[in-house]
């Protein structure tokens, strides 16, 4: 049986990144880079107002204070958006507002609240203002934002290679982009197999469960970028699954789940060797032994023959969560040209023992949270593997190697990070 790793970079060697798309920005978040993006613009375009008040020249605030003011006299009002005709002149200041672009002649900002404004206004409602003392000496240059401050015409702002956060995407359209090259998602076929399995929705006849299987899936590859295609309910039947797998053809990846264990009716993997090929079944790990790896045969749109990277993920609700985080998500990164594959994880103080008599590497469902500079994890209860509410309840997995039999309470075990519970409240 392989290991976690071997298994894990027998699958990463069999997929590729993906190629490039042109999207509009907003469609890229957590999407890489393809380009560089190059700026054609300064940003900001123009020397411009950090502050409400007034733009003068610093020599006319010489020894200003608010016990001897600097009277000035105020010549126009400039607004964001637009750009006084005036030119700050010996004598004179312009009230600007912030971001409007600096007026000829000044060279720098005195805010409202260090000139005599409010009470010029206070004592002559009706009046616009027509001069103003300034209270405070400055220096040239002070609270102007400077053209090009921010980003500079020419220059590469955003690297090829970058993952797009909301912070990316402004930057980019702070130039003024619209589109922008990304490697593109992966559309992932998930396909659900089991006579047992009832859509949501429906009604439960006695015998059966529903198919969560399909759900939880779904949600993990929309969650780390990819394109989720649910194919449905597959019985456990030869036509049905090769009926239903048809619909698989034009995505990048296909996870099953169910059909892939030692039953009866467990056909997933005798159909992925007859009509594809296995590259490994079964991983040394608890939840999750009896995964299968293979490529499944397909045509692409325009006819031509591929191989479909297939994941048969164990039918049990949990195992297959489990198995999803350590072998799919990795696989779904490099297809999007994602370069750092793991979750975080830190030590923790595990407050439970456990015993491990299988000689595999177990991930238990816990809740990892720092208290008093110490990671804690704590078992979410039973860990059975069709126990799928230890996982809802959980914000990571604990490592348990394989060579180790027992862990006590108060051992450090690894913490595998799905959720941070400062970002998610479980
Ligand atoms: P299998 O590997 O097909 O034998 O399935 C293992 C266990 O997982 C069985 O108890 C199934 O009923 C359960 N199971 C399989 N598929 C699903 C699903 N889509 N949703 C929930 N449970 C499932
Ligand atoms: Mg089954």
Redesign the pocket.
């Known amino acids: 049986m392989l290991t976690v790793e071997e298994a894990l970079q027998k699958i990463l060697s069999e997929v590729s990144v993906l190629e490039t798309e042109t999207v509009p920005i907003m469609e890229s978040l957590g999407q890489v880079l393809a380009e560089d993006i190059v700026s054609g613009i300064n940003v900001p375009p123009l020397d411009n107002s950090a502050m409400d008040g007034y733009a003068v020249r610093a020599a006319d605030t010489k020894g200003a204070s608010e016990k001897t003011p600097k009277d000035l006299k105020v010549t126009d009002t400039v607004i964001a958006g637009e750009i006084s005709k005036k030119e700050v002149t010996p004598g004179t200041a312009i009230r600007i507002m912030t971001g409007a672009p600096m007026p000829k002649g000044a060279d720098s900002v005195v805010q409202f609240e260090n000139t005599d404004e409010e009470q010029r206004k206070k004592s002559s409602p009706d009046k616009p203002v027509t001069q103003v003392g300034i209270f405070e000496e400055i220096e040239a240059g002070k609270n102007i934002r400077l053209a090009g401050e921010d980003v500079k015409r020419g220059s590469v702002i955003l690297k090829q290679g970058t993952t797009i956060r909301p912070a990316e995407i402004g930057v980019m359209a702070s130039t003024g982009r619209a589109k922008v090259i990304v490697i593109r998602r992966p559309v992932v076929a998930v396909l659900?197999?089991?006579n047992?399995?009832v859509e949501v929705g429906k009604p439960l006849p006695e015998g059966r469960?529903y198919?969560?299987?399909?759900y939880s899936i779904a949600s993990l590859v929309k969650r780390y970028g990819g394109i989720p295609k649910i194919l449905g309910i597959a019985k456990d039947d030869e036509k049905d699954l090769v009926s239903k797998l048809k619909d698989a053809q034009d995505a990048d990846m296909l996870l099953t789940?169910?059909?892939?264990?030692m039953?009866d009716y467990?056909m997933v993997k005798d159909i992925l060797a007859r009509d594809g090929k296995i590259v490994f079944w079964k991983v040394r790990v608890k939840p999750g032994k009896?995964l299968a790896f293979g490529k499944m045969k397909g045509t692409t749109k325009d006819g031509k023959p591929k191989e479909i990277p297939h994941l048969g993920l164990?039918?049990?609700?949990t195992s297959c969560m489990v198995s999803f985080e350590l072998f799919v998500r990795p696989a779904l990164l490099k297809m999007m040209g994602k370069k750092k594959l793991d979750k975080p994880s830190v030590p923790a103080i595990i407050k439970d023992s456990v015993k491990n008599d299988a000689g595999r590497r177990i991930y238990d469902r816990a809740i990892t949270e720092k208290r008093d500079g110490h990671y804690i994890a704590r078992l979410t209860g039973p860990q059975g593997s069709?126990i799928l509410t230890s996982m809802a309840l959980a914000n990571s997995l604990v490592l348990i190697p394989e060579k180790v039999e027992n862990v006590n309470k108060g051992d450090t075990v690894q913490a595998l990070m799905l959720d941070w519970n400062e970002e998610v409240d479980i």
């Open positions: 659900s197999t089991g047992e399995l469960i198919n969560s299987n399909s789940t169910g059909g892939v264990s039953g467990d009896p164990p039918g049990n609700a069709g």
